[in-house]
């Protein structure tokens, strides 16, 4: 079996964003908020069902899977695999948002139903070593916990550092198959029980693609790789630039206290020609 990578967007959205299979996202949302007993979810209609690009390396239609269970509760799930600026604001605004969409203005508010967004992250968030985090709102010093209705769960990737053999709980299980999919050539006797992790690796498996899904596929792989090769060259090109400057200062600072031409070149590692030409340009400013 050939499991693709989970933190793939088209692997992601084929797993969590099939209509026609919602055992994954069932078991999964059941798994990261550790849901049980009639708190389970049984059902769910996705929002934005997966839509497979119309053609090799089109945009993907969604950017995240947002759901609703039998009884109305709204989950978005994102993986971010980028820390980026503002994430802490962004998440807090889309479930927010997802949740006052419920109603218009006039209905009452009973109408409207928990929201919860679960976030996989391949990044650390926050301090310790639980991987696993849930965010609720609580009073400051009782912890009572009356404001229920919006919650946060985020599994970070980088702080998952279980072995097979010490899986324990759903969310153990769940977080090993998303962090190590491509490591596997069989599906594990650990998702055997659980029909949705088990579909999972199934749906995981790239020798049941089609081929457009597996060129989609290698095409996100591919524009992951030239944005890094491009964020890398943005960054030795900043540090070149930054040891340039410095070397500019240090230049006229032995200029303005005395030093030649070629004692300046020998220090500095340049031409006398260059050492002229910025003390010259910096006497034009």
Same mark, same amino acid.
């Given at each position: ?22 055992? $994954? ?19 769910? #209609?996705?929002?934005? $069902?997966?839509? /497979?690009?119309?053609? #090799?390396?089109? %945009? ?14 709204? @989950? ?26 419920? =109603?218009?203005?006039? +209905? ?8 919860? /967004?679960?976030?996989?992250?391949? /990044?650390?968030?926050?301090?310790? +070593? ?21 919650? /946060? ?16 709980? $759903? ?14 050539? =069989?599906?594990?006797? @650990? ?23 597996? =060129? ?30 410095? %070397? ?10 005395? @030093?030649?031409? $070629? ?14 030409? =910025?003390?010259?340009?910096? %006497?034009?400013?």
């Amino acid at each position: 079996m050939d499991f693709a990578d989970i933190k793939n967007d088209i692997a992601f959205r084929k797993i969590f964003g099939n209509e026609q299979k919602t055992a $994954p996202l069932i078991s999964f949302l059941n798994a990261a908020l550790q849901l049980e007993g009639d708190e389970r979810v049984v059902r769910v #209609a996705l929002a934005n $069902p997966y839509q /497979f690009p119309r053609i #090799a390396g089109e %945009k993907a239609t969604i950017l995240d899977v947002r759901a609703t269970d039998q009884s109305g509760r709204k @989950f978005v799930v994102e993986m971010q695999v980028a820390n980026k600026k503002g994430f802490d604001k962004r998440v807090q605004y889309y479930i927010a948002r997802d949740y006052s969409m419920q =109603i218009d203005s006039g +209905d009452d508010y009973p109408m409207l139903n928990p929201a919860y /967004f679960i976030g996989i992250l391949d /990044f650390p968030f926050g301090e310790g +070593d639980k991987y696993n985090t849930h965010h609720l709102v609580l009073e400051k010093e009782t912890y009572e916990h009356l404001l229920k209705d919006i919650q /946060f769960a985020f599994i970070q990737l980088p702080k998952f550092n279980l072995d097979i053999n010490e899986l324990v709980t $759903p969310i153990d299980r769940w977080t090993y198959f998303i962090k190590h999919s491509t490591e596997l050539r =069989i599906i594990p006797d @650990f998702a055997q029980t659980d029909e949705g992790l088990n579909t999972a690796f199934i749906e995981a498996d790239r020798h049941n693609w089609t081929k457009e899904e597996r =060129i989609a596929y290698d095409n996100v792989l591919i524009k992951e790789t030239d944005e890094k090769q491009e964020k890398l060259k943005a960054d030795e090109k900043a540090h070149e630039e930054g040891v340039e400057e410095g %070397k500019v200062a240090m230049i006229l600072g032995m200029h303005e206290e005395g @030093f030649s031409v $070629p004692q300046i070149a020998k220090v500095s590692k340049k031409t006398e020609e260059e050492v002229f030409k =910025i003390i010259e340009k910096s %006497k034009n400013r």
